[in-house]
């Protein structure tokens, strides 16, 4: 969500159980102004707020260029000190799903994930369980990594790609109609696309590639892996990911006003497809 809209934001997602409060509200927003200025961002924003143990994760990024490509991100655990966030490692997204233990809070600890399954290390083949370590801050950054790449959404329209290829905000973008808000292939993923750059151009009469060069979520698998809900008589839509519980989308219909947000555990519900295979 934008550091503009903040306070409104997070009046939003409080009725739906994801709760800061006034204070800890007033004092993010006035350490991610200053987070911005510092860094002198074009503009910054509130990631979402990961669960811990001991602590909570507050996670924000900004960018000075490219709104898609650009992105840095920041944690903290107290809403006023920001620490930057490491790059994700291939390592890290790959032992992220099979962590079962929580969040502690705190960026050094290392914690234990045993494997039971064959694989092959310095040429011999391990036939029982091994124990791999992974710090919390690379597991931290591996799991916004991948809620990233599955939840983050924008409504159409909302973003740009210029001709040179940088992505930016669409000054001139008014909001979904009340029609197009309730369809699900009106909003996109908010990452670089994975499918090739005419595939989204050719399921839409009225393409336009300077709009359409993201992946729509209605291709998603399984069907059914997102909901949307129409709220304050049909001028607020919620979209919400079922594969990561806390992740919501908001969108004021015919209004510039959209943004995302995450409150949960940073835990992945792997087995949806069977959950909605008996739905």
């Known amino acids: 969500m934008n550091l503009d809209s903040i306070l409104n934001a997070l009046e939003i ?5 994801n709760i800061i409060s006034t204070e800890e509200s007033i004092v993010l927003s006035n350490s991610l102004l200053l987070l911005q200025n510092e860094n002198h961002f074009r503009k910054v924003y509130f990631w979402g707020r990961i669960f811990g143990a001991d602590k909570d994760y507050y996670i924000a990024y900004g960018y000075v260029k490219d709104a898609l490509l650009g992105k840095i991100y920041y944690y903290s655990t107290n809403c006023v000190d920001w620490g930057l966030l490491p790059q994700p490692t291939d390592y890290a997204k790959t032992l992220v799903p099979l962590c079962t233990t929580k969040f502690i809070g705190d960026p050094a600890t290392v914690i234990d994930i045993l494997i039971d399954k064959e694989e092959t290390s310095l ?6 369980p091994i124990v791999r370590k992974l710090k919390e801050e690379d597991r931290l950054s591996a799991t916004i990594y991948l809620i990233n790449e599955d939840a983050c959404v924008v409504p159409r329209g909302a973003l740009f790609k210029r001709s040179d290829g940088v992505v930016v905000e669409n000054l001139n973008f008014d909001g979904l109609s009340a029609l ?18 005419n595939t989204n151009l050719l399921t839409r009469v009225d393409y336009n590639y300077a709009f359409d060069f993201l992946d729509t979520i209605d291709t998603d698998i399984p069907k059914g892996c997102w909901t949307i809900q129409q709220c304050a008589g049909g001028i607020l839509t919620l979209v919400k990911s079922l594969y990561w519980p806390g992740m919501v989308i908001y969108h004021y219909v015919e209004t510039p006003r959209y943004g995302f947000v995450y409150f949960g555990h940073g835990k992945k519900i792997l087995d949806l497809p069977f959950m909605l295979n008996v739905l």
Do not use: D
């Open 13 to 17: 997602v409080g009725h739906h159980g």
């Open 123 to 128: 040429g011999k083949v391990l036939t029982g």
């Open 180 to 197: 197009e808000s309730q369809e699900i292939r009106c909003f996109l993923h908010f990452r670089s696309p994975h499918q090739k750059w």
